[in-house]
């Protein structure tokens, strides 16, 4: 546990490590985001330290949600994969601000675009995998006033949700080595996100509603 929460300290201090070393060797201006059609948005130097601030930030933010969430103590039966979690996610900033720092001093010598996508496939497959095993929480994973009101509805959702993850991330990665068109793969990136997301959220609404079928009758009636 406690080697866990060191390398989270040492993955968030690494990119602000990184820009500081590179600072006074970096143009005035660095790539701070890329548009769907391929084109860059340049951004002062000086935007780094905020970018690279997100990750003590966040790593601040995941270490505090466990000590305010009214259902804290759920926190500890899945506490190795929350800190995987946050391990990962913090590498993924880290590398995020290698790639800004890479295109700065070398534009155009990696394919950006493909590269965040084969990427964010590969976190999405963690995260397929991390789902099933989240227990009932208010900040983290799907968080439904029907996953949130049941159980049963939490774990269903959440096994639902890690397959749609598992399966989208593989195809993520798929679309980052076979597509060439910006524009296309990032649009169909998206779809995939959305569909993750659309997909469990309305699978808990119906099965909290096949639960408490007396309940629905309620709120049918009321809504008449």
């Not at 990184?18 to 970096?26: I, K, N």
């Not at 948005?41 to 790593?59: D, H, N, Q, T």
């Not at 270490?63 to 994969?81: T, V």
């Not at 939490?154 to 890690?162: C, E, F, P, S, V």
Request: glycine fraction near 4%; aromatic fraction near 12%.
């Amino acid at each position: 546990m406690k080697k866990n929460k060191l390398l989270i300290f040492l993955a968030a201090a690494a990119p602000i490590l990184l820009v500081a070393l590179c600072y006074r060797h970096l143009p005035d201006t660095v790539p701070t985001s890329w548009r769907l059609d391929g084109e860059v948005v340049y951004s002062r130097k000086s935007a780094l330290w905020l970018i690279s601030g997100l990750s003590p930030f966040l790593a601040f933010l995941f270490f505090l949600l466990p000590r305010i969430d009214p259902r804290a103590s759920n926190y500890r039966r899945f506490s190795r994969y929350y800190d995987s979690f946050v391990l990962l996610l913090e590498l993924f900033l880290l590398v995020m601000v290698g790639i800004i720092v890479s295109e700065a001093f070398s534009p155009g010598k990696i394919s950006v675009a493909h590269t965040v996508t084969v990427l964010l496939g590969l976190l999405f497959v963690f995260i397929g995998n991390l789902l099933p095993k989240i227990k009932s929480n208010f900040f983290l994973g799907i968080r439904t006033p029907w996953t949130l009101s049941d159980t049963t509805v939490w774990h269903k959702t959440h096994r639902l949700a890690g397959a749609l993850f598992f399966v989208c991330g593989l195809l993520m990665m798929t679309l980052g080595f076979i597509f060439e068109s910006q524009r296309v793969m990032m649009t169909l990136v998206l779809l995939l996100v959305l569909l993750s997301a659309a997909v469990p959220t309305a699978a808990s609404c119906f099965w909290y509603r096949a639960q408490h079928p007396s309940q629905a009758a309620r709120q049918a009636r009321h809504r008449k």
